[in-house]
């Protein structure tokens, strides 16, 4: 059984930036596809990003394209997310995944099995 803990959220103003950790365990996130997804109050949870095992194939949603990276520390079985240029929209609870062994990507939630608890990232105007 995997567990993932999420940090680095917090409040930043429009157009600053934040790097969001996911500190796995029970899971070698190089072996895993691994995702970050968010959820704004009252809307679904959305896909953000995702990387495939061993992290040679990424994926982000359009809305966050050229702004946000999705990157791996194998050393420390971590999974990062750096987000530039926040935007209010961009406001959520930012939650990490880790889906099957060997696979790739997926911007489906259905596709992870396990999740953190999430973190709440706030961008002011």
């Not at 961009?90 to 060997?102: F, H, M, Q, S």
Request: aromatic share 12%; hydrophobic share 30%.
């Amino acid at each position: 059984q995997a567990q993932l803990v999420e940090s680095g959220g917090g409040l930043v103003q429009a157009g600053g930036s934040l790097k969001l950790s996911c500190a796995a365990s029970g899971r070698t996130v190089s072996s895993y596809a691994m995702g970050w997804f968010r959820q704004a109050p009252g809307k679904e949870r959305e896909f953000v990003a995702g990387m495939s095992w061993g992290g040679g194939r990424t994926g982000y949603a359009e809305s966050v394209k050229g702004r946000f990276a999705i990157s791996r520390d194998n050393a420390k079985n971590t999974v990062h997310l750096q987000m530039n240029g926040l935007k209010p929209e961009d406001t959520a609870v930012y939650y990490c995944a880790v889906g099957r062994y060997g696979s790739n990507w997926s911007s489906i939630p259905r596709d992870y099995d396990y999740w953190g608890q999430g973190t709440q990232v706030t961008v002011s105007s």
